[in-house]
């Protein structure tokens, strides 16, 4: 164990617009975000020096600058007027990478909420979500999770009636998928469907879960190249085993099942297993700040 351990959820998108590509080159979005407590555990070593570094279980991940949760923490000293110290950032993967899922971005977000605790340096909620999106777009939202209507780049966040607890089974197939490569191949302004993001915010208030799934929808299904079709098998496998709705999760490549059955659920997670490895059964949470 570190100086510090801190927890970082993964999120899926109940639903996913993109609106336009706006002047800055990003797409405008309109997305209901939703944490899961499937996590990656995150310790922090304290050491002498300057130097700041991550070491994974994922021999691949980055170690210096290109990995979200060193910048994460040089932002945090250079924003909070902290003095800076060295440290070793262990991060335990077990959020599928390339998969939609916040995975770097949360890690990014948890070592600037732990510094924060750490160091006493009182930064406010808003203040920490506004350093987590110099990060990136899913960062904001990674600072407290819970159930948010997010737009903009997914920066403007609207807290939403949390979510009824259910069961959420996530499959990733063996191959990411870019965010930067899907967003080079929609079209907000031409999408001839679009997600009920209204009807949605509804259906959360009105705590149906059933409700929710119905309206799942992400509009990047309906640009997948045709390379990544496994993603529509592995969705259709879900809603045949039960599950109430099912779609891919940001710009995939899991796609995830919500179900109210626990049962069900149980067998799906063991059916997809014996040919997934990166099968998942997680709970929908609250906000954890
Ligand atoms: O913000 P982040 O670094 O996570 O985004 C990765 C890439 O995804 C961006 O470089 C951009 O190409 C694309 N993107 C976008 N519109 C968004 C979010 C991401 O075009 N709202």
Redesign the pocket.
């Known amino acids: 164990m570190g100086d510090i351990s801190v927890r970082a959820y993964a999120k899926i998108n109940l639903c996913l617009d993109v609106v336009r590509?706006m002047e800055n080159?990003?797409?405008?979005?309109a997305t209901v975000m939703q944490s899961i407590d499937l996590c990656d555990d995150i310790d922090i070593a304290f050491s002498d020096g300057f130097s700041i570094t991550a070491e994974s279980n994922l021999h691949y991940l980055p170690r210096g600058d290109k990995n979200i949760a060193v910048r994460a923490a040089k932002l945090f000293f250079e924003a909070s007027g902290t003095p800076p110290c060295g440290c070793v950032i262990k991060i335990k993967k077990r959020i599928p990478v390339c998969a939609g899922m916040a995975g770097g971005?949360t890690d990014g977000a948890a070592v600037l909420r732990a510094f924060n605790d750490y160091f006493s340096a009182g930064l406010e909620r808003k203040q920490l979500e506004e350093l987590a999106e110099k990060l990136?777009?899913?960062l904001p939202f990674c600072v407290a999770g819970g159930t948010a209507l997010c737009k903009?780049?997914?920066e403007i966040m609207t807290d939403l009636t949390p979510m009824p607890k259910c069961r959420v089974l996530i499959c990733k197939p063996p191959f990411p998928i870019s965010?930067?490569e899907l967003?080079?191949v929609i079209d907000g302004s031409v999408l001839k469907c679009r997600p009920d993001v209204e009807g949605m915010v509804k259906a959360l208030e009105q705590g149906s879960v059933a409700g929710v799934a119905r309206r799942m929808y992400n509009v990047f299904e309906d640009v997948l190249p045709q390379k990544y079709s496994e993603i529509w098998s592995i969705k259709s496998r879900l809603l045949d085993s039960g599950a109430l709705g099912a779609s891919m999760t940001g710009?995939g490549s899991a796609v995830f099942g919500l179900y109210d059955d626990e049962e069900a659920a149980e067998k799906a997670f063991a059916m997809l297993k014996k040919q997934y490895e990166e099968c998942f059964l997680a709970d929908t949470m609250e906000k954890y700040v």
């Open positions: 590509k080159g990003y797409h405008e979005i971005s990136g777009s899913d903009g780049r997914g965010t930067a967003f080079s710009t």
